[in-house]
C-alpha cells in the first residue's frame, strides 16, 4: 500500500498500491479550482464502446462517454445523463475509479469519476458531440503491444491479474486506439476492464504530453 505522502495531491484520503508512476517532472504542478467531471465505458463481451470526441475538450480524441457533473446532480446521475446525451444509450452504471488532471492552458483541474457497465438498454447512436464506435477487447488490442514495441512507457504494468486474460476477439473490429486517446488511458482501462478500481493524477501539458503521471490500484470500489 502506498504510503498516506505517496498519494498525489487532489485525490485524498484514498488507500492505493501504486502501480505506475513516472514522467519527467518531480514536483506536482499546485492547482486552485476543480471541477467534478463524469467518463462512462460500456463493455459487451468482448468489445468496448468508446466516442469519437466531435468537439469542444479532447475533439479528435476518442474516450468514454461524459462530461461535467451540473448543480444538483451526484456523479453517478450525471454519467448516466451524459451516457443517454452523447451515445443514446441508458446502462446500470458501476463506479470504478477516480482520477486527477491538471493540463496547462485549462484553469479548472478535471476531478473525474468513471463508471463502467456490461450491459445496456437502447442502439448507441452518434449526437453532436460524441460519435460512438466498438472496439475490439483482446489482449493484443487492450495492451497495445504494437504500440509498446515503439514506446516502452505504453506497457505499464498492471497489478494483480484480477481475472482471467480476455480472449481473442472474433470478427473484424479495430484494436483499442490508444494513439488517438488521453495518454493516460492506457495506464487503467486495462485495470478497469479487468473489474478492478482505481485512482490516478496526471499533470499535462498542452498537446496530450503527460509530465507526471501515478496510477494506483484500489481494494474497494468506493463511489456514488
Ligand atoms: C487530460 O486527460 C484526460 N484523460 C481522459 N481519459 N479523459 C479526460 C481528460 N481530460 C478530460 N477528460 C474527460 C472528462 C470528460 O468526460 C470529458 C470532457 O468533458 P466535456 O468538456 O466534453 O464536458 P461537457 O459537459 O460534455 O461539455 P459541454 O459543455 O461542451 O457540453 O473528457
Known sequence: ????????????????????????????????????????????GNKLLLGFKKRGFGAG????????????????QAARREL?????????????G?????????????????????????????SDEMRPRW????EDSLYARRLAQSDPQADPPIPGQVAPPVP????????IPYDQMWADDIYWLPHLVRGGCFVGR???????????????SVPHCKGD
Not at 90 to 96: N, Q, S, T
Not at 135 to 138: E, V
Open 1 to 44: 500500500m502506498a504510503s498516506d505522502s505517496d498519494i498525489p495531491p487532489g485525490l485524498g484520503d484514498v488507500k492505493a498500491q501504486v502501480y505506475a508512476q513516472g514522467g519527467n517532472e518531480h514536483e506536482w504542478r499546485p492547482f486552485k479550482h476543480t471541477r467534478l467531471y463524469t467518463n462512462a465505458f460500456i463493455i459487451e
Open 61 to 76: 480524441l476518442y474516450n468514454g462517454f461524459g462530461g461535467k457533473v451540473e448543480p444538483g446532480e451526484t456523479p453517478a
Open 135 to 138: 472496439f475490439a477487447l483482446s
Open 168 to 175: 481473442s476477439v472474433d470478427g473484424d473490429l479495430p484494436d
Open 98 to 126: 477516480r482520477l486527477f488532471f491538471v493540463v496547462t492552458g485549462v484553469e479548472s483541474v478535471f476531478d473525474i469519476r468513471i463508471y463502467v457497465a456490461r450491459e445496456y438498454v437502447g442502439v448507441p447512436t452518434e
Open 202 to 216: 496526471a499533470d499535462f501539458d498542452e498537446g496530450n504530453v503527460m509530465r507526471r503521471y501515478w496510477f494506483g
Open 84 to 96: 443517454q446525451e452523447e451515445a443514446g444509450i441508458d446502462a446500470p452504471l458501476e463506479y470504478a
